[in-house]
């Protein structure tokens, strides 16, 4: 009986001590498990998904941690296993620079003709304005011709 | 005419590029396991328990890791097939059973038949996990060495196995 007391009191206090555990782990691991992608269900990070892999992974990542290893180590042995698609972040190497470049390619590009298409319009409406003002004698005949409005049309 | 020849070029290069995108199978992601050595494992044998099997005790011939399970329906699929290349003779097969319960995977092969030299039970998925499993079934083709020369994702097919895996089989036992 009173054995079966103690042994009841040492596992509600082991229970209780790695829960605590746990509970410093827990942050740690959901920092570290949001930048990792879930294989099963791709467009989900290990943290949100709670496909059977994930929470193994999660576990395996939970250990690594208990075990004192760092957050960088933990994703060198999972893209060891899986490869950079498990990490949300790829390296930069010479197969991703284009991922990594290539919205600044883009934007730069598009600043490229952005600047080219405000210049010629800028151009265009210099040369509108150097007609306008080299017909100036025709605004003037213009003006006179409505001044001198004729005489049989008014009222 | 000029001035469209820019939007044109952008619009094929970006259609070719959607093109290639969607001949592309999202789920089949390149194992970087890929002419790395097999992963070792030491595990209890699934109709001998108490008898272990590890990846050394295999080096020296070409085989194929077959990952399974009972609870897998795409296994069932492929099954028949490694049925057939296990009574051929070709190549051993061995079965990872991943995550599985002994008795209901030895119901499985006992319905289905079983292919395999022998099958290791991989209770926790620890070892699937050091092989980058992540959809039940795959089959790892492993040299002599002992490292891992091709990866099916998915079920075998028959198109798979005559184009790639035993081609790929002969040419490394030859």
Not at chain 1, 34 to 59: I, P, T, Y
Not at chain 1, 120 to 137: D, F, H
Request: charged residues 20%.
């Amino acid at each position: 009986m009173r054995r079966g007391l103690l042994s009841c009191l040492w596992l509600i206090a082991s229970a209780a001590s790695g829960a605590d555990t746990d509970a410093q782990l827990e942050p740690r691991m959901n920092r570290l498990a949001a930048e990792l992608r879930c294989l099963v269900c791709q467009n989900q990070s290990l943290a949100d998904s709670n496909a059977e892999l994930a929470v193994d992974l999660k576990n395996q990542v939970r250990e690594m941690m208990r075990a004192g290893k760092s957050d960088d180590e933990i994703k060198t042995y999972l893209t060891d296993r899986y490869g950079d698609f498990v990490l949300y972040r790829p390296p930069v190497r010479t197969t991703t620079w284009l991922l990594w470049a290539g919205p600044f390619v883009l934007l730069a590009g598009g600043g490229v003709v952005l600047v080219r298409v405000l210049r010629r319009r800028q151009a265009s409406l210099v040369v509108a304005e150097a007609q306008i003002e080299t017909s100036g004698a025709n605004l003037d005949r213009a003006r006179s011709l409505l001044a001198e409005t004729p005489t049989d049309q008014r009222p | 005419m000029n001035r469209f020849l820019l939007p044109l070029g952008v619009f094929v290069l970006l259609a070719v590029f959607l093109g290639i995108g969607l001949t592309l199978n999202p789920r089949e992601v390149p194992s970087p396991l890929i002419d790395k050595p097999a992963p070792a494992f030491t595990l209890q044998q699934l109709h001998a328990p108490g008898k272990s099997l590890s990846a050394v005790d295999l080096k020296g011939q070409v085989w194929l890791l077959n990952v399974w399970a009972s609870w897998c329906v795409s296994c069932r699929e492929e099954h028949p097939l490694l049925v057939e290349l296990g009574r051929a003779n070709v190549v051993p097969i061995y079965g990872l059973n991943y995550k599985d319960k002994p008795e209901a995977a030895m119901a499985w092969l006992g319905e289905m038949g079983n292919p395999y030299k022998a099958s290791i039970v991989d209770a926790d998925g620890r070892v699937g996990i050091d092989y980058g499993v992540y959809g039940v079934p795959e089959t790892f083709v492993i040299d002599r060495e002992g490292i891992v020369r091709y990866k099916q994702i998915g079920p075998v097919t028959p198109q798979a196995l005559k184009e790639k895996i035993l081609p790929l089989v002969r040419k490394l036992q030859g």
